[in-house]
C-alpha cells in the first residue's frame, strides 16, 4: 500500500476511515497475491466504467468480480486465521478488541 494504514498488533486488520479492514491471508505466496490485486483492480476498473456507462447488468458483473477478488486474497468470506477469533471488520477499533490498542495508537499519534 501507498499509504501508511496503522496495522492491527496480530496483522490481521488495517485501519483506515476510522474502520477495521482485513488484510490479505499473509500466507498467500507473492505471485498469487499479486495475480488476485490485479484481478481485484481490473474489477474496479470495470465497477467505475459500468457506472459512468450507466450499465446495471456490466456493475452487477463488475461487483461480482469485486467481491471474487476480495474471497481470494482472504478479505472477505471465512477468516483466514485459526484461532476462533471473530471477524470484527468494518468496526471501529474503538469498539473492538483492539480497543487498548487503538487507544495506545492514538495517543502516539497526537503527539
Given at each position: 500500500m501507498s499509504r501508511h494504514y496503522p496495522r492491527t498488533p496480530d496483522g490481521r486488520y488495517f485501519v483506515a476511515r476510522q474502520r477495521?479492514?482485513?488484510c490479505t491471508d499473509p500466507r498467500l505466496d507473492e505471485t498469487t497475491r499479486r495475480d488476485r490485486v490485479r484481478e481485484l483492480m481490473r474489477a474496479r476498473r470495470a465497477v467505475k466504467a459500468a457506472l459512468g456507462a450507466d450499465d446495471d447488468a456490466a456493475l452487477a458483473e463488475a461487483?461480482?468480480?469485486v467481491q471474487a477478488a476480495k474471497l481470494a486474497l482472504g478479505e472477505r468470506g471465512p477468516v483466514w486465521w485459526d484461532d476462533g477469533a471473530p471477524d470484527e471488520a468494518g468496526r471501529h477499533p474503538?469498539?473492538?478488541s483492539y480497543a487498548a490498542w487503538w487507544r495506545a495508537h492514538e495517543d502516539v499519534d497526537a503527539r
Open positions: 477495521l479492514w482485513r461487483r461480482a468480480a474503538a469498539n473492538s
